[in-house]
T-cell receptor
Framework: AQTVTQSQPEMSVQEAETVTLSCTYDTSESDYYLFWYKQPPSRQMILVIR??????QNATENRFSVNFQKAAKSFSLKISDSQLGDAAMYFC????????????????FGQGTILTVHP | DAGVTQSPTHLIKTRGQQVTLRCSPK?????VSWYQQALGQGPQFIFQYYEEEERQRGNFPDRFSGHQFPNYSSELNVNALLLGDSALYLC?????????????FGPGTRLTVT
């Protein structure tokens, strides 16, 4: 079974600065997806960015980028030019693409990192 | 275009009772997944429905059951409620059963068991 670990329960950053959230995962599969989701106090889980394991190029979405290290099974999220609206719980998640597996189609989440943005 | 909707928003039940939570998927989506999120934790996968059948199931007891209707909406039923069932229940919808479609989440139902 796959596992996802976020070792930083809480992080903080000053507005306009950069912060990096860490995530490691364990899997024996070679093809999969990795995601970062944001969950603000409103509870709505919002997709921030996704990475396909077969792509070597790191995904980027505006101020959000990832550092995907497949061999190290590491998937960190960098938020540049942090804004007050970035404050939320951030979850790293894994999804298998192997149709024959028991994890097919489901998301496996880490424990989350609470991000605080100081003005 | 309405996103994923869930009802009710909040619910308070007594231990031993039964509860039904509802989810309407995003327009064009035919797959519904349910997750349980305890306070301060990451969501845990309960099960997934596609073509009105349960296709995948997480490590949850049989007290947790579900249903998907022909219009793709879904229900989550929990019997014999325990205090530990208190959580945020999230519904996510996607298109097709493959692992390639994005899952869109609803706002969740907050269940409190007293």
């Amino acid at each position: 079974a796959q596992t996802v670990t976020q070792s930083q329960p809480e992080m903080s950053v000053q507005e306009a600065e950069t912060v990096t959230l860490s995530c490691t995962y364990d899997t024996s599969e070679s093809d999969y997806y990795l995601f970062w989701y944001k969950q603000p106090p409103s509870r709505q889980m919002i997709l921030v960015i996704r990475q396909e394991a077969y792509k070597q190029q790191n995904a980027t979405e505006n101020r959000f980028s990832v550092n995907f290290q497949k061999a190290a099974k590491s998937f960190s999220l960098k938020i540049s030019d942090s804004q007050l609206g970035d404050a939320a719980m951030y979850f790293c998640a894994y999804r298998s693409t192997w149709a024959g597996g028991t994890s097919y189609g489901k998301l496996t989440f880490g424990q989350g990192t609470i991000l605080t943005v100081h003005p | 275009d309405a996103g994923v909707t869930q009802s009710p928003t909040h619910l308070i039940k007594t231990r031993g009772q039964q509860v039904t939570l509802r989810c309407s998927p995003k327009s064009g989506h035919d797959t519904v997944s349910w997750y349980q999120q305890a306070l301060g934790q990451g969501p845990q996968f309960i099960f997934q429905y596609y073509e009105e059948e349960e296709r995948q199931r997480g490590n949850f007891p049989d007290r947790f059951s579900g249903h998907q209707f022909p219009n793709y909406s879904s229900e989550l039923n929990v019997n014999a409620l325990l205090l530990g069932d208190s959580a945020l229940y999230l519904c996510a919808s996607s298109f097709g059963r493959t692992g390639f479609s994005e899952q869109y989440f609803g706002p969740g139902t907050r269940l409190t068991v007293t």
